[in-house]
């Protein structure tokens, strides 16, 4: 499910800005919304099972604030982007930050079990 909803969300924001009709938009939206839902709470429960029973708090604790970073800087660098190269670019390089997050789901992240503690 991570890796089909990063992917989907990729290819969801790269046609964004290539379409000119309001409801494929607002569908593309509504997919985006649906790929963010099932994303997000299997990060908080893939970090648990990384860092098992003892760590999962602190994992996850760190694993959040590092993930609210975008929230803080995302929108600036975002302005920045689109002032310089215009949207099509910020819709580009978010869709390439999807899509890499989904092949290092596929790739780069090793078989996810629960940690063994001794």
């Not at 992917?7 to 593309?28: E, K, N, Q, R, T």
């Not at 002032?83 to 899509?99: H, N």
Request: charged residues 5%; glycine residues 16%.
């Amino acid at each position: 499910m991570l890796i089909a909803g990063h992917l989907i969300y990729g290819f969801a924001i790269i046609a964004i800005p290539l379409v000119h009709s309001l409801p494929v938009v607002i569908a593309l939206l509504c997919l985006l919304g649906a790929c963010g839902g099932a994303v997000s709470p299997n990060l908080y429960a893939v970090g648990q099972m990384f860092a098992g029973p003892r760590a999962s708090g602190t994992w996850v604790g760190i694993q959040n604030a590092v993930g609210n970073l975008s929230g803080i800087f995302g929108p600036a660098l975002s302005g920045i982007i689109i002032d310089r190269a215009g949207y099509g670019s910020a819709f580009g390089i978010a869709a390439a930050v999807s899509l890499f997050g989904g092949f290092w789901w596929a790739f780069g992240v090793p078989k996810i079990e629960q940690v063994a503690l001794d």
